[in-house]
């Protein structure tokens, strides 16, 4: 059976040859709901992977596949399946929101526009249902103005409108970036909640290991557009085997969510050249880690690192990044 997504060796270059992401493969089954976060610093690719996830860019290399069609020439219905199917969730949720509308506004339209309830007793009824299935009380919240509630409860309608549609995936880009600290538990519990509860897959897209490790159940680590280290979460960070992840790991307490990752050095190489990316700042570099760039080596059946470090271990098979990630 086709999966529900599937990156096939993907790349994306952007005008003025800015190699953002680079030959990426990953496969979403809707029968097997997985909750992945996908960690990087800024530039590292992340938010274009789940802009090409969403179909909102184009590949420049490779295609992004929705039940089997290239997502590129879906039209119509199909089109209108895949838009209810795979969900987003942003970082700053007070854009979406139009300040002269009451909240509502955001939540009657896709019941309008997809047609999901056959009366407005009915749409209301769902609207309801998915905004307590988020911990927030329609009471407080139905009649409000964008500015009469908090970043944290314009974000948790965010997610209960993108529940309406009753997706398979939902792809949150940095969703609790731009919330208070204390906020961020409650955003991140209800996606975990809803992953569990109504097996929906999440992608959650971030720069911040700490919530990464707390929420999901692999990891996709993106260091300047190629995946640096890949598998369970709980592997990943309690035993990783990129030197670039160690050196992260090895800089952020993971019990704080404050904490930005390391800064990034300017980079002697560019992503789309020879050679390992990370060999400017590797401690552990050798002379061919220049030449050559690594594959991706499956260390154990849920973890696989690309690095020379690990080349005796059998190099992944071309698109079975998904498998590693249980
Ligand atoms: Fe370091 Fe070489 Fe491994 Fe790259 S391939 S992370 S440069 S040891």
Redesign the pocket.
Same mark, same amino acid.
């Given at each position: 059976m086709s999966a529900l997504i599937e990156l096939r060796t993907v790349g994306k270059t952007f005008s003025g040859g800015k190699v953002a992401l680079e030959d990426v493969s990953l496969a979403l089954q809707e029968d097997q709901p997985r909750f992945i976060a996908v960690v990087g610093e800024s530039g590292s690719g992340k938010t274009t992977l789940a802009r090409l996830l969403l179909g909102m860019i184009e590949p420049t290399t490779g295609t992004v596949r929705y039940r089997g069609e290239d997502l590129a020439g879906l039209s119509g219905a199909r089109r209108n399946a895949f838009r209810r199917e795979v969900q987003a969730v942003f970082q700053d949720p007070y854009e979406v929101y139009n300040p002269f509308y009451r909240v509502d506004h955001v939540l009657t339209t896709p019941v309008r526009k997809f047609r999901l309830a056959a009366t407005r007793t009915e749409g209301r009824g769902l609207i309801e249902a998915a905004l307590r299935s988020v911990g927030l009380r329609p009471e407080e919240i139905l009649g409000r103005y964008p500015h009469q509630l908090s970043g944290g409860q314009r974000q948790r309608i965010m997610v209960a409108r993108a529940l309406l549609l009753r997706p398979r995936l939902i792809v949150a880009d940095e969703p609790v970036s731009m919330v208070d600290a204390s906020l961020r538990a409650t955003i991140l519990s209800s996606l975990r909640r809803l992953h569990e509860e109504m097996r929906i897959s999440i992608l959650y897209i971030t720069h911040d290991l700490a919530t990464a490790y707390q929420v999901a159940d692999s990891i996709i680590v993106l260091y300047r557009a190629a995946v640096?280290e890949a598998g369970h979460v709980e592997r990943v960070v309690k035993a990783p085997l @990129? /030197?670039?992840t160690q050196l992260l790991i090895g800089s952020i307490p993971l019990v704080s969510t404050e904490r930005s990752w390391v800064e990034d050095k300017p980079a002697a190489g560019r992503p789309g050249g020879a050679? =390992?990316?990370?060999?400017d700042r =590797? /401690?552990?570099?050798?002379d @061919?880690?220049?030449s050559a760039a690594?594959s991706l080596f499956q260390v154990a059946p849920d973890h696989a690192?690309?690095?020379?470090?690990?080349a005796d271990a059998p190099a992944l098979a071309e698109g079975a990044l998904s498998s590693v990630l249980g």
């Open positions: 640096a @990129h /030197p670039y050679g =390992c990316h990370f060999a =590797c /401690p552990s570099a050798m @061919h880690c220049l690594p690192a690309a690095c020379f470090l690990r």
